[in-house]
């Protein structure tokens, strides 16, 4: 067949992974070949990436993809994707200054403040409709400007855009990714340049935008080398944020989605739940920012409407520190007995920034709910079903105040991608707490999605997204959820608890 092979790197908080993607006209499949695991470094104070270690990953996994490509060694071509937001700095020589730094570290504490003073809270979101997170980009650099590392850099290169320099020598900034630095106007899909001036941000670090199906370069003789492929291996910008290509690979029914006469409701899961609708528009009027909601740039020209929840790393955090303290912390034991334990006991609200730093994650549910007013869990059971049916309560609220924010009509149902997708539970709450029938698939979305905008672009495929994402429709088995329909006043007076 005409099918043709494509490696996409997804690096996630976690682990990372390559995949070998096989796509051609009305074809489409994937195989994860690497997986490695991503381990932040704290040294000192600070909170690191390892990326040295991911970039060692994608080198083996994209040698094990090229073992497995027909003929050995050819990929079509190569696609990064990654967690947004962080960024490495290149001195004068293009040398690395130091490891990233890790969006959960504390240095950005205070630095909305220093913004505001600055620009007001009403005119950044006006300009750049980001919601407020303590992590954004430009929080990080007024962290970080004044530092001696700082004062030394030349270039800024998003998480992705530093892979794929590492593997081409060129240098470019991804669209998508960049809209979550909160310097792009989602309006012009540009830089913003008042809120650059007035933060006194330079914008000459970042090199030049590129966008989704744009070429990125050729690996290097060096890479080729030490990977056994064979060259000319061309890398394509995808939605190299991986929440853009966990939407893009959404299986919406055609009809769902940016422009179209249906709502593509998503939920992407994995370390973050990432509720919200596709739109073909920002939306950046003051209740949408006092709502939190983020217009994050998609492929295609869609705009992710959505808001964070703090999703699994609540559940891996809590197993995190019952195996430190030496008890049973599986995952399989754990969720079946979440799934008998007490529903709706207690929840806490998974919105809340209040989760973001690591550790004690047991104890600081415990006393969210003691906070609140209700019982704490007892034990780990009923700490797991606390998590299960918070997030599930979360994507509710979230997806409801999206739909009115937005003025949309009521999704037909919601998909709930990524790593979450193995959790039946999670999706089955999800879909009473929603009232709305749940379809759970692919857990690799944003792999799927990273290979259908590389595969368009060397001429593999062809369409729009309704087109591409009738491809993943067949690619992969997909669960429904019916939502148990009489249980919707549990959920509402769940809400009512927590938020009055
Ligand atoms: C998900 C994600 C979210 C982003 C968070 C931090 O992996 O990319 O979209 O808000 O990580 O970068």
Redesign the pocket.
Known sequence: SGARFFAAVDL??TSGRVMLGRAGPGELSLTEVHRFPNRPVRTGATLHWDILALYRGVLDGLREAGRRAVPAGRLDGIGIDS????YGLLDADGALLGNPVH?RDGRTEGMADRAAAALPPEQLYAETGVQH?PFNTVYQLLAACGGAQFAAARRLLLIPDLIAYWLTGRAGTELTNAS?TQLIDPRTRDWSRPVARALGIDLALFPPLRRPGDPAGELLPEVLAETGLTGPVPVTAVGS???ASAVAGVPAAAGAGAGGPDTLAYIAT???S?AGLELDHPVLGEESRRANFTNELGVDGTVRYLR?IMGLWLLEECRRAWAAAGRPAELEPLLAAAAGAEPLRSVVDAGSAEFLAPGRMPERIAAACRRTGQPEPRDAAETVRCVLDSLALAHRRTLAEAVRLAARPRPRTVHIVGGGVRNELLCQLTADACGLPVTAGPAEAAAFGNVLVQARAAGAVSGGLAGLRGLLRTAQPLRHHEPVRDHGHRWRQAEERLHG
């Open positions: 996630g908080a967690w947004a937001v962080d969006y997170l979550t944020h991986d929440t994995g370390t973050w990432l964070n």
